[in-house]
């Protein structure tokens, strides 16, 4: 018998039967089955039952609850539109407010304005397919125009210098700033709209003054982008904008427009509007990735995994909008880029920027215009009609 380790009872004899245990009984070896002088662990009491640990596996990072990935997945990917331009007698009118329910979104992307509008921004997002953003484009007086509105909001920034305050978020400042917008906003239109389309300005400029934030919340989110979306379709419905400006409209209204936000969010400290936080593509934009996407299909040597080189992003964000909004995410976020851009960290794993633009205009059709908290604030009016 192999020798083992415990201390037997001098007045135990061995036993040939081995005992049940017990907590009456004797404590005895469990190789030989002798007394011993050992004392027995306590046995559980109901008081304080045994402990059944079942570990569980901490959450994927990368899989945000009730997110609706099927419904992106299986959604057909959104195919550009021609915009009709309207024709005399005008009815302008002041635009409001519609939708409050899902059955107001459904609506919405059942009627000709809500399918056209989507189109628009596939539209734009062809129109820069493979373009760098300083190539030589087609650029209107009316581009042109707007591009020196922006230039104009740019520098009214300068001449409002933030308050002094102790909050976080939302310098009271803004307000000052969105007030100049909102006083002069008819006067800035009339320097590009035709006589005969100066009337307009009753249905457009509310589009206008809200894409750049709301002044009692001190906010700005992809609500408020696609309200300047909306007001870009408005003047391309008046024909004001033609389908040879939408290049110039992205390369450099829209380049201009996301510049001049990213000035206000640091120096107003503006709120992130209705932002999923980790889980959101990102705070305040949407579109510039769709554009950005765009621009770098087929590219040679820049792939979507690219965005994790950082010579790249220095070198080249200057000339493509998505690595500009990557940028630009990682000046202003701390820790690792997984941790707090998850999605467009699983962005940077699909195979080819194709692929990529087509599942990022999916995901804006059903992450922000088919969002009640984000479309109840859209607009209609005569050129975008609640049908």
Known sequence: MEPHDHQHSPKSPQTPSLPL????????????????????????????????????????????????????????????QKVPVVTPPFHFQTPSKRIQSPDDIRRFHDSFAGKNFLGFVVALSASIRGHKISDECHQSAVTDSIVSILETLTQWVDEIPPAQMASRYGNVSYRVWHERLVGNSDALMLRFLPDELRSSTVEIVPYFTDGFGNASRIDYGTGHETNFAAWLYCLARMGVIKEEDYRAVVARIFVKYLALMRKLQLVYCLEPAGSHGVWGLDDFHFLPFIFGSSQLIDHKY???????NDDILENFSNEYLYLSCIGFVKKVKKGLFAEHSPLLDDISGVPNWN?????????????????????????????????
């Open 21 to 80: 245990p017990s907590s009456s009984a004797a404590p005895t070896c469990f190789k030989c089955g002798g007394a011993t002088t050992l004392e027995p662990p306590p046995a559980w009491s109901e008081i304080s039952p045994p402990p059944n640990h079942r570990p569980t596996p901490p959450p994927a990072i990368h899989d945000p609850p009730n997110h609706p990935q099927q419904a992106i997945i299986l959604a057909p990917v959104p195919q550009s």
């Open 302 to 308: 820049m792939k979507p995994k690219s965005i994790h």
């Open 355 to 387: 692929k990529v633009n087509s599942g990022l205009l999916k995901m804006y059709k059903v992450e922000v215009l088919e969002k009640v908290p984000i479309m109840q604030h859209f607009l209609f009016g005569w050129l975008i009609k609640w049908d």
